[in-house]
């Protein structure tokens, strides 16, 4: 038994990986094409455009909302990021194509579809691989396995790993999580190689969406709970600042095929590409409503959050878990998405634009699950068993959301009693 929990304990990720391969195949096997639609079919179509149309200009529009020039052509509306992830997956399956001897200039074949879901899934253990490493430096096995799988199952990171795989969201995780495993190393030693990493990583992660800029934040930060350790901090970047410009220079790298695609489609190195959506209750943000709301809530569809943000409070009083990190970024990104025109960030299971942020949050929830394996057993039995229900509740109805009609879109959409009593059916069934 021994070896069995020895073997367990050190590749978990990697059995849990195999198991839901399958669970994710199955998911998509219905519609196929649905692996690349809207937003995933707008960081697609750059490499089609670039290896098989090799034409910009003559991007089909398909169903990605993009925007057209004054010439009338196609401008992809969302930047590049993400297809440099989708591109050796891409290339693997334009080769298996030709060598199956089928039509590899037919760029939605069912071998593109697949090599982009497997793409998503992928990324998203590579980013549960480095959060496991992160917690490790901190926290036990025990408490660090119990996170990773609350991370995974209890929030909308699963449906975005084994049903919505390919859009932006698997990838962003996978460079949080990164981001959150590099900073320590950065901090206790800043030379060029982890400069220039760290350069890298927070390029791509704005380049794929420009809020996620403030994941700098954490790097500030980590580790700083008084006004001093701040002060010293900032003296200590300051002291490496010829690495910190190199980084940036990478940073800067990451825009050059953005800013390249931008010039050649409408003539401007730098474009808003969003126009006619903007931030506009930057004054009124729906707070609440990214929080609680039927439409999306954060809480509502993975309740399991709550844990985190009590071990941001405990955090607070212990001086540990990222507190004053955590807490700020938690609150500049709620407010940012509250903003948004579409403060429920359209048709998506839950609120998708947390599930990067879920690589930092594991943090103060490895704490909060710290403490609470400390307690007695009145307090440690019942939150553990409200723990794995909040698993069992996130895995469900990531499952449901394909089964009610959908997308949960729209400024009207709402549950009704018929719906609710079909849940609650469905999740005790």
């Given amino acids: 038994m021994q070896p069995i929990l020895r073997f367990f304990r050190h590749y978990y990720l990697l059995i849990t990986f195999l198991l839901l391969l399958p669970v994710m195949n199955n998911r998509i096997r219905p519609n196929l094409r649905s692996v690349i639609w809207s937003d995933a079919e707008g960081y697609y179509m750059y490499l089609p455009a670039a290896f098989i149309i090799k034409d910009f200009h003559k991007v089909p529009e398909g169903s990605m909302n993009a925007r057209k020039n004054e010439q009338g052509e196609v401008v992809i509306k969302y930047t590049c990021g993400v297809s440099f992830f989708y591109l050796p997956f891409f290339a693997a399956a334009h080769a298996w194509t030709a060598w199956k001897g089928e039509d590899p200039n037919d760029y939605f074949n069912r071998h593109y579809l697949r090599a982009m879901a497997w793409c998503g899934f992928f990324f998203g253990f590579v980013g549960l691989y480095f959060l496991r490493r992160t917690l490790l430096r901190t926290y036990s096995e025990r408490v ?145 409503d990214v929080l609680f709301d039927v439409q999306n809530g954060l809480l509502l569809y993975s309740p399991i959050v709550l844990f985190a943000l009590i071990g941001i ?94 997308p949960w879109d729209g400024w009207d959409w709402r549950w009704n009693w018929e719906k609710i009593l079909w849940v609650w059916s469905y999740l005790f069934k």
Avoid at 331 to 351: C, N
Wanted: aromatic share 20%; glycine share 6%; hydrophobic share 55%.
């Fill in 144 to 288: 660090t396995a119990l996170t990773i799988f609350s991370i995974l199952l209890g929030t909308n990171l699963f449906h975005y790993v084994t049903r919505e795989m390919s859009i932006s969201h698997s990838f962003s995780f996978c460079l949080f999580a990164f981001v959150a495993w590099l900073t320590p190393r950065f901090l206790e030693r800043m030379s060029w190689k982890n400069a220039l990493l760290m350069g890298g990583a927070l390029g791509w992660i704005t380049l794929i969406r420009p809020t996620n800029a403030m994941l700098a934040l954490f790097v500030l930060l980590f580790d700083v709970y008084s006004w001093n350790a701040l002060k010293e901090r900032v003296a200590a970047l300051w002291g490496v600042w010829p690495k910190l410009l190199g980084a940036a220079a990478v940073t800067f790298l990451f825009f050059i095929p953005q800013m390249l695609y931008w010039h050649e489609m409408t003539g401007s190195w730098l474009r808003y590409s969003y126009e006619g959506e903007d931030f506009i209750y930057w004054n009124k943000p729906k707070i609440a």
């Fill in 313 to 406: 409070g405990m955090g607070w009083r212990q001086k540990r878990h990222q507190a004053p990190a955590m807490t700020l970024i938690f609150a500049l990104a709620t407010y940012i998405f509250a903003s948004w025109w579409a403060w429920w960030f359209g048709g998506a299971f839950g609120h998708r634009c947390y599930v990067e942020f879920y690589a930092l949050l594991a943090l103060p929830m490895a704490g909060f699950y710290e403490s609470v394996l400390r307690a007695r057993r009145w307090v440690k039995i019942p939150v553990l068993a409200l723990a794995f229900f909040l698993m069992y509740y996130g895995v469900k109805m990531s499952f449901l959301y394909n089964q009610l009609p959908g």
